[in-house]
């Protein structure tokens, strides 16, 4: 009779661990391919995260030369225009205004006539690269 209850008692502790096992295994298992997939759906968007900022900066950074430059040309343009306007001469035959033609050193053209001659030194180089 107690060797009965002993025997049942084991048969009981031994299923108990086992259904233990089992749960665990049917909990934890999931649960850990779970954790797994989730760290390295994290670690991907955050190494994706990092590659968007780097490329967000460089592309404002490429922008920003980008304006310098333009702002620099449109600069040298404006003062090539300048001194394009302030060299010109009166115009010997309609009277208007004759610029300097660039890349000669005395010669001037007039816009309203279209006459050309030869006036006052003026060494206007060609225009800069536009902005
Ligand atoms: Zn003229």
Redesign the pocket.
Known sequence: MVVDIAQDVAVWAIAGVVLLVLAAIVVGVPAGLLGLVTFFVERSRAKAAKRNAERARQDQARKDLLRETQVAAETAHRAWSYRLQSMALT?P????L?VPLPATPDRYG?P??N?RFVGARHDVPLPPPGP
């Open positions: 115009c035959r309609c009277g208007k004759a007039c309203a006539c006459h």
